[in-house]
């Protein structure tokens, strides 16, 4: 199976080190020196990391035969594939691969069905589940311990327990200034 691990941004330098965004969770597993990688456009490729290191928070790679400036920008934009084992499995017991969570059946702790993953969008402060409902329509599910409590790959479902307003447009709403707006009416009709 073939997974996008990074997107090669600009040129950095003018030795042909380039800035890399990261598209995977084990970066010194995937981008390490000697991996090999598909691209896409696949007329770049494959590439061969020669180095790595990390400056001012970005990833900075360089290829085996890409030495300038002019060679590293003629790669921005392309993306590094690697062939993963479909079977393989993320070292800690409650991560997983976007391909394990594609597709799975979102169902509420009763068992109503909510619809099926067709997307994983990664965020900076969190991933989300962009789950389409059987009658087409899509809810976006944050991929958080409290809402969704399970994931379970042997049954090809994700459960989940949302707070009210998030799937549905039945939010339970408080609030004290409605109350507040009731006495005062009283009270200026009282003054009168």
Known sequence: MQLVVARIGRAHGIKGEVTVEVRTDE????????????????????????????HSGRLLLRFEGVRDRTG????RN?????DVDPAELPEEPDEYYDHQLMDLDVVL???????????????PSQDLFIVERPDGTEVMIP??????????????????DPPPGLID???????????E?????ENAEDAN
């Not at 707006?181 to 009416?185: A, L, N, Q, R, V």
């Open 27 to 54: 970066p010194e597993l995937r981008l390490s020196p000697g991996a090999v990688l598909t691209t896409d456009p696949a007329s770049v490729g494959p590439l061969t990391i020669e180095t790595g290191r990390v």
């Open 72 to 75: 590293a920008e003629a790669l």
């Open 78 to 82: 392309t993306l590094l594939i690697a």
């Open 109 to 123: 702790t009763d068992g109503t069905e909510v619809g099926r993953i067709t997307e994983i969008t990664h965020l």
């Open 143 to 160: 991929f958080v311990e409290q809402i969704v409590t399970e994931i379970d790959l042997e049954t090809q479902r994700a459960v989940i």
């Open 169 to 179: 447009d039945r939010a339970e709403i408080a609030s004290a200034r409605d109350d």
């Open 181 to 185: 707006s009731g006495d005062d009416t």
